[in-house]
């Protein structure tokens, strides 16, 4: 059920608190932009706000996270969708005043703020499915596992004793989830001006699909009653992607046993570092996702989306070229799995990202970002299974007096696989 509580001033209270403590960290730790006071205060609110370049890592994945932070405490209080999203944009908008002594930025509003709340859903609902369920394990290693995936909310639970305790009724929605690791060898490497290159790496990656169409009785009421949520690291890149995409408004359609799908407006938080670049974008993207039984033990599922987002793109230790370039980012999303009974499944996504000039304040210039996942898993006792991964990475720049860059990484991985549920996602549809 639902937290048995809301509260609208304690959220409030702990961003506050969170945003200063974070700004005494970073005094010590980062120095000098970070020692505001009454004066910095005032002199941002009357500043224009501009976008700035801080270090790639801090604006495009601390600042998605810290955003996080702020939504889960919102909506651990008992907050829906819509006021925690409220909340986290307020919270970056204080931070970029009062947090730093350096102009307000537009760019850090976009990524904390909306980005920010696209990551905090799907990491709230992921830590309140952990509480929801037992699957055989302990309440403290449920809680400890919730408190990783959302710290905010565990806070709220912690402190308040048992007015927070609620969980986030997921209404059983259907969901799919799996771990993977293993080791992944390079075999296509166009670096460009970048300056590092690891061949073989030891990989980890971890995904979860929530919502899948099909189940009886589900309705898909609320903001992220559907979702995906991917996570892979590397000992060569650190944190490779981070992929969140939520359903904010849609509805169903078809009927039957055969075919059923969801379609709307997609929310969407992009992180992804091949090695020798980075693109991070949060979007607002159209699309439909949905499933199809050809035969009595095989499906298909997939995603269509296509919308626009701001994004920012850039060499990684680059030689000579800026580190990187915001701009206004088309983008197009198309997956699908073929699922084989309970023997084997076969994954492919394909994403493309255009970093137009548009909402550039320096050079100009565009950047075209594709990246392509593919995957057969197959299924070796119960839950265990094997699975071969490709994936493929490339950018294509171009800006005056540089001319035409290609960047371009290829990988083959063999990655021992814990599959989270039978049937590899597919949800049986039973009238």
Known sequence: AQARERSFLIPAAEIVGFDVLLNLFDRAVLGRDYYTDLAT??????????????????????????????????????????????????????????????????????????????????????????????????????SLVASVISPSMAFNRGAFGGRFDGVFDSRNAAYYRRWQVGVSRTTRNERGLSTIR???????????EYGLPGRPGYRYARPFDHFTLQAMASSGSGFETILTRGLLVGRGYGAGNRYRGIWGLYGSYDYVSPQIFRVSSTALSLGTTGQWWLTEGVALQGTAAAGAGYAAVGTIHGAGERDYHYGIAPQALLAGRAILGQAASLDLTARDYFVSDVGRLDTRGHDRISRLDASVTFRLYRQNALAVKYIWSSRNAFYPGTGHRTQARATIGLLYTFLGHDRFGAVEWRP
């Open 198 to 208: 690891t061949p073989n790496a030891a990989v980890a990656d971890v995904a979860i």
């Open 41 to 142: 205060i005032r002199r941002n609110l009357s500043r224009r706000w501009v976008v700035e370049n801080d270090p790639y890592l801090i604006n495009q994945f601390g600042h998605p996270y810290q955003g996080s932070m702020y939504h889960g405490f919102a909506r651990s209080a008992g907050l829906g969708y819509w006021e925690a999203l409220g909340y986290t944009v307020a919270g970056s908008a204080f931070w970029e005043i009062a947090g730093e002594t350096t102009p307000p930025s537009w760019n850090d509003q976009i990524s904390t703020g909306f980005g920010g709340a696209f990551l905090g859903e799907s990491l709230f609902r992921v830590a309140s499915l952990v509480l929801e369920g037992s699957n055989g394990t302990s309440h403290v290693w449920r």
